[in-house]
């Protein structure tokens, strides 16, 4: 049973930051890109903020670029978010995204986590 599962959001003060972390596993074969959306307070549709591929190539929304880095380790099957100079802006419910083959079958499905709350306020 593939599982997707994020960690370390919190309640952080403006121009502070935190770090994201997400980690996969049950049944891989490969893993293909891997990346971070966010659904913000009264919003209905989810955002993508950065995305991975496994060759470590990374892409970002344009109103997070300088502030925030995606990292991978293929070796853990886990992905991190370094968050910097956050802002209220930010405040958002943080999914995890993977897009991933499992054991005897040759296309990937998407996998989401249950998502992780920021909060960034003073």
């Known amino acids: 049973q593939v599982q997707v599962v994020e960690s370390g959001g919190g309640l952080v003060q403006p121009g502070g930051s935190l770090k994201l972390s997400c980690a996969a596993s049950?049944?891989?074969?490969?893993?293909?890109?891997m990346g971070w959306f966010r659904q913000s307070p009264g919003e209905q549709q989810r955002e993508k903020v950065a995305?991975?591929?496994?060759?470590?190539?990374?892409t970002y929304l344009d109103s997070v670029k300088g502030r925030f880095t995606i990292s991978r380790d293929n070796a853990k099957d886990t992905i991190h978010l370094q968050m910097d100079s956050l802002s209220p802006e930010d405040t958002a419910v943080y999914f995890c995204?993977?897009?991933?083959?499992?054991?005897?079958?040759?296309?990937?499905?998407?996998?989401w986590g249950k998502g992780t709350l920021v909060t960034v306020s003073s």
């Open positions: 995204y993977a897009a991933i083959v499992i054991e005897g079958e040759s296309y990937a499905n998407n996998y």
């Open positions: 049950g049944g891989l074969f490969m893993i293909k890109d």
């Open positions: 995305m991975i591929t496994n060759g470590g190539v990374p």
